[in-house]
């Protein structure tokens, strides 16, 4: 059944979206003021919120551009050839899926399955982070929503890279390996995270410092699609692994709430695009020691690659999903940066008066235009199609 012979309720979308973040803001909150790590208040907030997200999230129908081909994928788990060429689907993968059909789940339980496995990971995740917990959970949420909903095989893997930082930072290379191993078998992509997550985990200041940062950034202004296209062939070696012709498409859709709803994006988009991220650039590189018990310049150094390469990969789909990896990690940068701005007496007027532009930029990017273009297509939940 497709999305677009039904009509939801914006109405019911809207109120959904805000008891989930509302609901995620005030469990950070208590979280950030609880006194262990393991106290009940943690165990109760997060049993809570993983409820709402699985069950917000999970039961949207037609989320995303490959929601009926994920359905299709779990509806054909065990006969996969009938639908899918199965050896491009990574093996962890099916044997989730056929776990899951197995027990006989119907599909929209299958989303919302996969939707707790994300915003686990992230519990987990705040364990070691509980003083900006009232940050994180929410930026988390604003960071991943909206690939999340549709990169389905990219999300599971990655929350298990997520997981697998509890093991890296304790030096447990045994379990941390294992880990990125399933992560790779749920999805190849994730490869690519590999290198930079070692050379982050032993170097904390590989780009010299920050005037190199921003040069850098600056110039990747510069590179657009046309650099891409004159090295075309060498993504015909992706069509060994048959995943090429489909990702050769525009993902300059991924960038916000706004941009989802827009191609041709204002001026005044790219300039909050390019603000937002020299805010936390050069704010996040000011206060890196001070938060080096918690590997902050690991997650600093992955955001800037994100930063780096997002606007050169902004139109070409396979590169823009491989730099999601890295630029979703601006929800730790940026949680430490409105902790110190907001809580730390080392702030000042002009890292607040940043840190409120942060805010607000991140609030109306992903909560509020989102909202603002929601529309019947866009609003509708299973039960809108099955009742």
Known sequence: MEAEYFSGSIAVFILLRILLCVSLFFAGRKISFAQSKDSIIFKEESMIC???????EGLRYGRGIDFDHYRKLYENAFKLRNYWDEETIEPFFQIVNKTINYLGFP????????SSFLIISCFSFIRNHKKVAVYILPFFFFSTIGQSENLIRQFFAFSIILYSFNYLFNDDWIKF??????????HNSSLVVLPFVIIFKFIKNPFGNLYV?????????LINSNFWSSNYEYFNL????????????????????EQQHSLNSSNWF????????????????????????????FFYGLFVIGAIFQMPTANIEL?????????VFWFVVLSYIL???????ESNLQIRIIGSFLLLNCVYDYLISPLIYASEKTSLFVWDVIM
């Open 50 to 56: 993983i409820l709402l997200y699985a069950l917000i």
């Open 107 to 114: 599909y929209y339980l299958m989303f919302s399955i996969y």
């Open 177 to 186: 390996s294992l880990l990125m191993t399933l992560a790779f078998f749920t």
């Open 213 to 221: 940062i921003l040069s850098l950034y600056c110039i990747s202004w």
């Open 238 to 257: 992706l069509e060994k692994i048959g995943y090429y012709e489909r990702y050769a498409t525009n993902s300059e859709v991924w960038f916000s709430g």
């Open 270 to 297: 790219y300039i909050r695009i390019f603000l937002f991220n020299v805010g936390i650039i050069s704010v996040g590189y000011l206060i890196k020691e001070r938060f080096s018990n918690y590997n902050f310049s």
């Open 319 to 327: 590169l823009n999903r491989l730099n999601l990896y890295f630029y």
């Open 339 to 345: 902790y110190f701005a907001f809580n730390s007496k």
